[in-house]
């Protein structure tokens, strides 16, 4: 019996092994090479510009959610901390001093020992769920490269990798854009997506009480990602 249920096993992860090959070959684009300089960086300039970035620098709270709400974030821009909260935890996050950091679980703050893990659990999840909301704003941050990638259409794609920072340093991001420089999508090149070139969209936004342009949901595949109840203000 258990050389037979063995047997299976072995059948049903072949039949994943093959299937995944065959996704890998039909889906997988290489990272593309650009042209990096002037070019580029006034490309970036457009994108920013189209998003009103100088409204975006001066927003100091910015709210919202991932994962159909099991994150919920607060953070102040200014003072450069962020109240994050999931399952039973609430971290009040230093983003500068992140050994100043303070966990909570069910209320009650943790212990030495506790707190460090789950703040750094918490950091990881501000890095990946805020770069959802953000990352337009990203394209000049200290460590990136930026590259012009002309696109199938003609058109010019903006190809940002950030070198160092985050949580991932490395990923690559395509992005496209309309004439105006306003972002559509993006392509990734990331290290937890086995599959090269994964396209989402960029193309549900809303402007915030602050001015601030910041995305409502992103749509990756079948899947939707939504920012929750998005805000961005001043008060």
């Not at 001093?97 to 909570?104: E, F, L, P, V």
């Not at 460090?116 to 337009?136: H, K, R, T």
């Amino acid at each position: 019996m258990i050389k037979k249920l063995l047997r299976i096993l072995g059948i049903i992860v072949l039949i994943l092994v093959i299937a995944f090959g065959v996704l890998y070959a039909i889906y997988n684009e290489p990272l593309p090479e650009g042209r990096s300089g002037p070019e580029a960086d006034a490309l970036a300039q457009k994108m920013l510009t189209s998003l009103n970035y100088e409204q975006y620098q001066n927003t100091r709270f910015i709210e919202w959610s991932f994962r159909n709400g099991s994150h919920l974030y607060k953070w102040d821009r200014q003072l450069r901390k962020a109240e994050v909260q999931w399952d039973a935890y609430r971290v009040e996050l230093d983003l500068i001093n992140t050994d100043s950091s303070i966990g909570y679980r069910n209320g009650n703050r943790l212990n030495a020992n506790e707190n460090g893990e789950v703040v750094e659990e918490a950091i990881a999840l501000f890095n990946n769920d805020s770069f959802w909301l953000v990352a337009p704003y990203k394209i000049f941050d200290a460590g990136t490269q930026r590259e012009i990638v002309t696109l199938e259409d003609g058109s010019d794609g903006l190809l940002v990798t950030f070198g160092r920072g985050g949580t991932t340093p490395g990923d690559s991001y395509l992005w496209v854009l309309q004439p105006s420089g306003f972002p559509k999508s993006f392509k990734m090149w990331v290290k937890i997506i086995p599959i090269g070139g994964v396209e989402a969209t960029w193309d549900e936004w809303l402007v915030t009480e602050s001015g601030a342009f910041l995305p409502k949901s992103h749509e990756m595949g079948p899947l939707e990602l939504s920012m929750g109840d998005v805000r961005g203000y001043n008060r």
